[in-house]
């Protein structure tokens, strides 16, 4: 059988693992035919490195047919091309979920994917539980929020940096709002979060609160959802964000495999 068509928007950190994940063997239903960044010689080199075709603009890479695009770029990528990715009849996988904390965007792109007969798969990323979140949202209203530990310094370039951030020397709290709020401000951090609204109370209902904390190594996630009859806690660590590449692995596995989590 032929293999499916795998596009890569992005060519960074992340969109790396899924491409070595492929040549090490985890996704043999595929094969990577292109990849796009924002700098044209970064995605030659990473395209020589894989075996695929570096294309200069979305259209570029549509021209490739593929059937699956796996993005791993930025909210901006997603605002940018996934109705050109759906038009162009290809599947999208998402990293950058916090495109869709705006309603009218999500809805655009929802009705795009449904014209098309395509699909939009939001890959669980460096969180998880959106199987019990959306049960949950079913069965009554429900309450939900989401909180993160972040190291000081992860917030160095970020609009939460204050003057004395990097020399805290107990927990703070430096941000609690809306997710829909939060990835305003901090569209590389809390895609995350974006992702637990839209799976559970909505990115205007859900609260998120982000703590510095002194010393701390990689990501937590604290995601809490209250309804009339099902309550739950999820704990999410992650050293590395290399999980939120592995996800997108996973995302495409399921996509072509007999039997579906
Ligand atoms: N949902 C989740 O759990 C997680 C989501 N993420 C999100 O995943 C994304 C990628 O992360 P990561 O691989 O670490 O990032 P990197 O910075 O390592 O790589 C990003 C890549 O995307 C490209 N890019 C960025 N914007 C555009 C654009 N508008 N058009 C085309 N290419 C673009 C960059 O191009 P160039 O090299 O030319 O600059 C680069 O190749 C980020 O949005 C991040 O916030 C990350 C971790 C977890
Ligand atoms: O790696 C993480 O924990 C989360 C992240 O970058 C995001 O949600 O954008």
């Known amino acids: 059988m032929d293999k499916l068509k795998l596009a890569l928007i992005g060519c960074g950190k992340l969109n790396e693992i899924v491409a070595k994940a492929l040549k090490d063997g985890y996704l043999p239903e595929y094969e990577l035919v292109a990849v796009m960044g924002k700098d044209y010689d970064r995605a030659k080199a990473f395209a020589e490195h894989h075996g695929c075709m570096p294309c200069a603009d979305i259209n570029e890479l549509m021209a490739f047919k593929p059937d699956f695009v796996a993005e791993a770029a930025s909210v901006k990528s997603i605002q940018d091309y996934s109705e050109t990715v759906l038009n162009g009849r290809s599947n999208l996988v998402v990293l950058s979920i916090g495109a869709f904390a705006d309603q009218e965007f999500y809805e655009r792109v929802k009705n795009t994917a449904a014209r098309n007969n395509r699909r939009v798969y939001i890959a669980s990323g460096a969180v998880g539980g959106f199987d019990i979140l959306r049960t949950a ?48 401000i901090l569209p590389t951090k809390v895609n995350v979060a974006v992702a637990i609204a839209l799976a559970s109370a909505g990115p205007e209902n859900t609260i998120m609160n982000i703590d510095a904390v002194p010393g701390f190594e990689g990501d937590e996630y604290k995601i809490e959802i209250q309804g009339e009859e099902i309550r739950t806690e999820l704990n999410i660590y992650s050293r590395t964000s290399k999980v939120a590449a592995w996800s997108v692995v996973a995302v495409l596995q399921n996509a072509v495999s007999p039997i579906v989590f």
Do not use: C, N, W
């Not at 909180?147 to 160095?156: E, N, V």
């Not at 990097?166 to 939060?182: M, P």
């Open 137 to 184: 949202a079913l069965m009554s209203p429900i309450t939900a929020s989401i909180s993160a530990q972040k190291a000081p310094g992860s917030l160095y370039h970020s609009p939460l940096y204050k003057d004395g951030l990097l020399e805290i020397t107990k927990r703070e709290q430096v941000f609690t709002g809306t997710t829909k709020e939060a990835i305003a």
